[in-house]
């Protein structure tokens, strides 16, 4: 099997678990979310934005790497998915926080689908720098490369074991600001990996997907920051 059959197939895998995940909370472990935005508009604003936002930061980081073509990117997803979505939100009031069901799946096909981009070697252009570390990779030209996908991977369903753990003890923290705690340790694991890759600078040293998890955590740690309270959270239940 190619890369490209590999990658595509790792693809559905990350899909079908990351739904598998969402599932087995409510419906088998019995997490009790707050309240999400299910209405058709929402959910269209977070598909096309993560839609955009996969080809647009996927495909400029490419051309910004001396590269044609069209690219995806995971990153460029989630980002274009929270622009869109927080704008959906601010265009009609809505001042409820959405996020909270997304956490496990999120971690959990991050974790998947970077097995993907592995598999996918070259072509995929999500590998690392040559490295002389015993565990580094050869894809397939003859140097050993830094898998910073599996990097990746590994930190990733780290925080969804951590994260399982903590909601399984019905943590009320953890489960109203899961999708927040998620998105901080994305972006800063990855801005770290970041330094391991190829790609071409913007900003000094930094990538494109530098600034981009930069700015995710940065959300992130926002949202945590102005999180409500346990106590503020069970009122507005109430009311």
Same mark, same amino acid.
């Given at each position: 099997?190619?890369?490209?059959?590999?990658? *595509?197939?790792?693809?559905?895998?990350?899909?079908?678990? !990351?739904?598998?995940?969402?599932?087995?909370?409510?419906? &088998?472990?019995?997490?009790?979310?707050?309240?999400?935005?299910?209405?058709?508009?929402?959910?269209?604003?977070?598909?096309?934005?993560?839609?955009?936002?996969?080809?647009?930061?996927?495909?400029?980081?490419?051309?910004?790497?001396?590269?044609?073509?069209?690219?995806?990117?995971?990153?460029?997803?989630?980002?274009?998915?929270?622009?869109? @979505?927080?704008?959906?939100?601010?265009?009609?009031? &809505?001042?409820?926080?959405?996020? *909270?069901?997304?956490?496990?799946?999120?971690?959990?096909?991050?974790? @998947?689908?970077? &097995?993907?981009?592995?598999?996918?070697?070259?072509?995929?252009?999500?590998?690392?720098?040559?490295?002389?570390?015993?565990?580094?990779?050869?894809?397939?030209?003859?140097?050993?490369?830094?898998?910073?996908?599996?990097?990746?991977?590994?930190?990733?369903?780290?925080? *969804?074991?951590?994260?399982?753990? !903590?909601?399984?003890?019905?943590?009320?923290? @953890?489960?109203?600001?899961?999708?927040?705690?998620?998105?901080?340790?994305?972006?800063?694991?990855?801005?770290?990996?970041?330094?391991?890759?190829?790609?071409?600078?913007?900003?000094?040293?930094?990538?494109?997907?530098?600034?981009?998890?930069? !700015? &995710?955590?940065?959300?992130?740690?926002?949202?945590?920051?102005?999180?409500?309270?346990?106590?503020?959270?069970?009122?507005?239940?109430? !009311?």
């Amino acid at each position: 099997m190619d890369g490209a059959a590999l990658h *595509a197939m790792f693809d559905l895998a990350a899909w079908l678990s !990351a739904g598998a995940a969402g599932w087995w909370l409510t419906r &088998i472990a019995g997490v009790s979310f707050p309240k999400q935005s299910t209405e058709w508009p929402y959910v269209a604003a977070l598909v096309f934005g993560a839609g955009v936002g996969a080809y647009l930061f996927g495909t400029l980081n490419l051309w910004l790497s001396g590269m044609s073509g069209l690219a995806r990117s995971v990153e460029g997803a989630l980002t274009g998915g929270i622009v869109a @979505v927080e704008l959906y939100k601010w265009r009609h009031g &809505i001042a409820l926080r959405t996020g *909270a069901r997304f956490a496990l799946p999120l971690a959990v096909g991050v974790a @998947v689908g970077r &097995i993907g981009c592995y598999a996918a070697g070259l072509d995929d252009f999500t590998y690392g720098t040559p490295t002389a570390l015993p565990w580094g990779h050869d894809f397939g030209d003859g140097i050993s490369r830094h898998p910073v996908q599996l990097y990746e991977s590994l930190a990733m369903a780290a925080f *969804a074991v951590v994260y399982v753990a !903590a909601v399984l003890r019905r943590s009320e923290p @953890v489960i109203a600001n899961g999708f927040y705690l998620a998105l901080l340790v994305y972006g800063l694991q990855r801005f770290v990996w970041e330094f391991l890759k190829p790609y071409g600078p913007v900003v000094g040293p930094l990538t494109l997907f530098h600034l981009l998890s930069l !700015a &995710i955590a940065a959300y992130a740690a926002a949202m945590l920051a102005t999180a409500p309270q346990p106590k503020a959270l069970h009122e507005r239940a109430a !009311a």
